[in-house]
């Protein structure tokens, strides 16, 4: 089985979520097997490092997902993790930027 099929077979589909016509792909029970999260982070940064970007100097995760594998992502590339939340959830100095909604 490639690694693409591995990763896809621990995914969960869940039609109609959050609202009709959307398929959300669960990525939680990927989290259950410690060689699919290996696979899926070592495949992510040969991904970045392959790619002929500049240097990366930070590795940006957007809230609840996205704190899961940015910071690793970011350790093994050298470069720092800038966590993004909804304004009022981290403390601290923050920036704020305005966005769309995805689902609006």
Known sequence: MSDVAF??????AI???PKKGILFQDIFPLFQ???AVET???HIVHHLTSSNLAKID?????DAR???LGPIIAMRLGCAFVPVRKAGKLPGA????A???EYG
Do not use: E, M, N
């Open 33 to 35: 097997d410690p060689l």
């Open 94 to 97: 923050t920036t704020q930027v």
């Open 99 to 101: 966005y769309t909604k």
């Open 40 to 42: 899926l982070v070592t």
């Open 15 to 17: 039609p109609d979520f």
């Open 66 to 68: 996205g704190f899961l």
């Open 58 to 62: 930070a590795v940006v995760g957007l």
């Open 7 to 12: 990763l896809r077979s621990k995914l969960r």
